[in-house]
């Protein structure tokens, strides 16, 4: 089974460009979870949506961090302007309902 | 100038030896938690999950002791390979209707051949 899926795994970007980071759930997970991991401050969960609805977004940073979900199959996660600050690696995750939760591979960002 | 960054704790242990590593939790109303292992460059993936109303669970070569009391956590792994070198997270479901995990800062297992 294919597990969450992210896109792209790589992103190099110049500051103040607008950056959109991509997921594709597990079949059938109805959460979805967007984390950005450094080496500053861990892993922090930025929003989380249930059945497509945003629960939960208090973990994002400001107002330059925005995440939709039109769909059960497809989230994105969007960062404009960027700032060299936002650099990180971005997680995206996928859980049935209170079940455990299952990662995706990763996007590193790096924004000059 | 220099980064400050996380400080990881680190285990360093002899390949066929038993590891035990620890976390504190925050909220005594979390009733869910899942040990994670995070290889370079990869995500967390899943190794072992428990629920507050059992102290110890079993899976392959892993094993987590919960001890609410304390609100401690713990993951054994047996007969540790070179293949356990990772970082491993607990994490903690803080309960009731929400679906959010918390994440601990992480152990850094490294295992020497």
């Known amino acids: 089974d294919a597990g969450v899926i992210q896109s792209p795994r790589h992103e190099v970007t110049e500051m103040g460009q607008e950056v959109t980071l991509r997921c594709k759930p597990i079949s059938g997970h109805n959460s979805l979870f967007w984390y950005r991991q450094t080496m500053m401050r861990g892993l922090e969960l930025l929003i989380y949506?249930?059945?497509?609805?945003?629960?939960?977004d208090s973990g994002m940073p400001e107002d330059r961090f925005s995440a939709k979900m039109p769909n059960a199959s497809f989230s994105t996660l969007k960062i404009q302007p960027s700032e060299p600050r936002d650099s990180a690696v971005y997680f995206c995750a996928s859980s049935r309902l209170q079940e455990t939760q299952y990662f995706g591979p990763g996007t590193r960002l790096l924004v000059l | 100038g220099e980064s400050v960054g996380l400080h990881l704790p680190t285990l360093s242990v002899q390949e066929g030896d038993n590891s035990i590593i620890n976390c504190a939790y925050s909220?005594?109303?979390?009733?869910?938690f899942i040990w994670y292992k995070q290889e370079s460059g990869k995500g967390p993936q899943f190794i072992i999950d428990?629920?507050?109303?059992?102290d110890k669970r079993q899976g392959q070569r892993v094993t987590v002791l919960l001890n609410k009391t304390v609100k401690h956590l713990s993951l054994q792994i047996a007969a540790t390979q070179p293949g356990d070198s990772a970082v491993y997270f607990c994490?903690?479901?803080?309960?009731?209707?929400?679906?959010?995990?918390?994440f601990g800062t992480g152990t850094l297992l490294a295992v020497q051949p």
């Open positions: 428990i629920r507050s109303n059992m």
């Open positions: 994490a903690e479901n803080y309960g009731g209707a929400t679906n959010k995990l918390i």
């Open positions: 909220n005594s109303a979390s009733d869910y």
């Open positions: 949506f249930n059945n497509n609805v945003p629960i939960d």
